[in-house]
């Protein structure tokens, strides 16, 4: 089921999401367990992690007992390129916070089998104990991590093919199409659902036609975030362009 969460601005939706995950961090830091996040990249979740690093600094948030897996990395990037998943979530967030390294877990860009570096991933998620709580941003095409459609359900890690419209999406920070990767290994459909919450951040008019088709039609894998609806526990937190076509409830 999609609670949808609308916030007067990004900037509250911001301070309340990073309030839930500091409170997550926090309840189980008590029980003696670590919190898993499950982190996603993008333009979306830039000001949550501003937010995170200021709890960090300015509220003594500490992450010493807390474990990441990112969603998703391009293929054929490695940790030190500037576009890589790892590089953004090393400048983003945890440079910037007492997070343990061997704790933070992005998908291997250069892994020569990435069959098998999938498996992997998904054996350290089950590990690590699952994930309490998946950040998702959602992309034009559907998408979710880098699911593009068609992606359902029994979609777990693996390498996947990426949509020409996410590829236009991203070449600004490229500068240049050619140089965006056409291939990405990302967590499944199915990997996301298996997160005990999910919340998917959307902000802005651009992202209004397609969070409306996520949240509102019968599920499918044209798109993959429509699944998200077969989700016990999961928000979207949404701006009021982002939540313009949404019908009237
Ligand atoms: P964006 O991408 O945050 O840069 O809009 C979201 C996504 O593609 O999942």
């Known amino acids: 089921m999609i609670r949808l969460r609308v916030h007067p601005d990004r900037a509250a939706a911001v301070t309340a999401v990073a309030a839930d995950i500091a409170g997550l961090i926090r309840d189980r830091a008590r029980a003696g367990r670590r919190a898993v996040l499950g982190l996603a990249t993008g333009s979306t979740p830039i000001p949550l992690y501003a937010e995170l690093v200021r709890l960090h600094r300015e509220e003594g948030l500490s992450f010493r007992h807390v474990t990441t897996f990112n969603l998703d990395e391009y293929s054929g990037l490695g940790p ?31 892994a020569p089998d990435p069959a098998a570096a999938s498996a992997a991933y998904e054996r350290a998620i089950l590990a690590a104990g699952g994930i309490d709580l998946q950040v998702l941003g959602i992309g034009r095409t559907g998408h979710i991590g880098f699911n593009e459609p068609p992606a359902g359900p029994a979609t777990r890690t693996r390498q996947v093919h990426l949509d020409e419209l996410t590829r236009r999406d991203n070449a600004a920070f490229f500068g240049d199409i050619a140089k965006v990767p056409r291939h990405a290994v990302t967590m499944g459909v199915g990997t996301i659902l298996d997160c005990r919450r999910v919340v998917l951040l959307a902000w802005g ?19 993959p975030a429509s699944w998200l609806q077969r989700h016990p526990a999961c928000d979207f937190v949404l701006d009021p362009a982002a939540a313009a076509k949404l019908s009237p409830r």
């Open 80 to 110: 030190g390129h500037d576009q890589s998943y790892r590089w953004f979530m090393q400048r983003q967030l945890f440079d910037h916070v007492d997070i343990p390294p061997a704790e933070t877990h992005v998908p291997d860009g250069l």
């Open 205 to 223: 008019e651009g992202k209004a036609d397609i969070v409306r088709r996520a949240a509102e039609d019968t599920p499918s894998d044209d798109c």
